[in-house]
């Protein structure tokens, strides 16, 4: 790919570009894409003319969104793809079952990346949805993954964030590894005071943490108990699927 005058390859410029956009600002004007992309307008200008002349991006009203091409492209044929749709039979389950916001997510460079989410009319709130990230130590669904991650994934996640996981959990492997013991992982107000979130994780033939499955209940609900029953039995028939399957797996 060709540099531009400041060094950046035109592949790093049009990857920025793209992500500019944010779940609760699909639309930006070109000045705003430049701006976040830290691109010069000029430069900013000519690579959304290319990209959205391929689909990629899209001009309406004088803004900017991305292309429903891209929602093409990834869907073709993505470890996402895969992944969501062995999951997604068991959190249809889940979510006719409990009368809750049931989702599916994995862990993906140092966030957690929703990949599906159900939604409940008149459920708890809820701060996932599709294709958005949520804090790793601040979510049921993150400490399962870090919980059931590989070593070298789990001891590099606590060296780059360990104050923010220490000022949290306290002692983090003893939290851990309690979620092992368990099965599942369940934490009250973490992203929302009215909330618990309990989580269940989707494992490979090594015992890692593919992706996780996760609920979220009003606090102080009777029914957590169940929830957490039938959330790890949703999760264990997921798992047997992805291990006959081969274990689908996105890069964490």
Request: aromatic share 4%; net charge neutral.
């Amino acid at each position: 790919m060709a540099n531009s005058r400041s060094g950046d390859k035109l592949l790093d410029r049009v990857v920025r570009i793209l992500e500019s956009f944010t779940a609760t600002e699909p639309r930006l004007s070109i000045a705003e894409i430049a701006d976040r992309a830290g691109l010069p307008a000029a430069s900013a200008y000519r690579l959304v003319d290319d990209l959205a002349s391929q689909g990629l991006l899209l001009r309406e009203d004088g803004g900017v969104r991305l292309g429903i091409r891209l929602w093409e492209l990834a869907n073709r044929a993505s470890a996402a793809r895969d992944l969501r749709q062995i999951a997604l039979p068991y959190l249809e389950d889940l979510n006719q079952l409990l009368r809750q916001h049931t989702q599916l997510s994995v862990l993906h460079q140092d966030e957690v990346l929703i990949l599906e989410r159900l939604s409940r009319p008149g459920a708890a709130a809820n701060q996932a949805h599709v294709a958005g990230r949520l804090p790793v130590h601040r979510t049921s669904m993150g400490m399962v993954l870090l919980a059931y991650a590989p070593a070298h994934v789990l001891s590099g996640y606590l060296a780059r964030h360990e104050e923010a996981v220490v000022e949290r959990h306290g002692d983090i492997r003893r939290v851990l590894a309690e979620i092992r013991r368990t099965g599942h992982a369940t934490f009250d107000g973490f992203l929302d005071d009215t909330t618990t979130g309990a989580a269940a994780p989707l494992l490979d033939r090594s015992g890692h943490a593919v992706a996780a499955m996760g609920v979220v209940v009003p606090r102080g609900s009777d029914a957590l108990p169940a929830v957490v029953m039938a959330l790890m039995t949703a999760a264990r028939g997921a798992s047997r699927d992805l291990q006959a399957m081969g274990d689908p797996r996105i890069s964490h």
